[in-house]
């Protein structure tokens, strides 16, 4: 398993923006696709975004396109969110995770099942 440790929430007001980082332990991050997932009060959680072991195709949840952009950099073990143009909608603890499954960030539901290690999450808290 990867160790992850998310960073970068906090408290914005709508239309700003916040960067959300997590940092992987260990030597093999490349090996994994990563993916963001949110969990707003008395809702499930949801992907938000997924990028594939290379980088090279990314996932995002319908109502984040355009707005939030996913990536990486496998020589800082290290992906990111930036996340603009902030609804109170987004508010919710945001989780990093990764997955060993080949087709994480290309296609699929992109479940929370199918990401085997998590971090402890941050918050993000958008102001209307």
């Known amino acids: 398993q990867v160790q992850l440790v998310e960073s970068g929430g906090g408290l914005v007001q709508a239309g700003g923006s916040l960067r959300l980082s997590c940092a992987a332990s260990?030597?093999?991050?490349?090996?994994?696709?990563m993916g963001w997932f949110r969990q707003a009060p008395r809702k499930e959680r949801e992907i938000v975004a997924a990028?594939?072991?290379?980088?090279?195709?990314?996932y995002y949840l319908d109502s984040v396109k355009v707005r939030f952009t996913i990536s990486r950099d496998n020589a800082k073990n290290t992906v990111y969110l930036q996340m603009n143009s902030l609804k109170p909608e987004d508010t919710a603890v945001y989780y990093c995770?990764?997955?060993?499954?080949?087709?994480?960030?290309?296609?699929?539901?992109?479940?929370?099942?199918?990401?085997?290690?998590w971090g402890q999450g941050t918050q993000v808290t958008v102001s209307s």
């Open positions: 995770a990764a997955s060993t499954l080949l087709r994480i960030g290309y296609w699929g539901s992109h479940s929370p099942t199918d990401f085997g290690s």
């Open positions: 260990g030597r093999t991050f490349s090996s994994y696709a």
């Open positions: 990028i594939a072991r290379s980088g090279g195709s990314t």
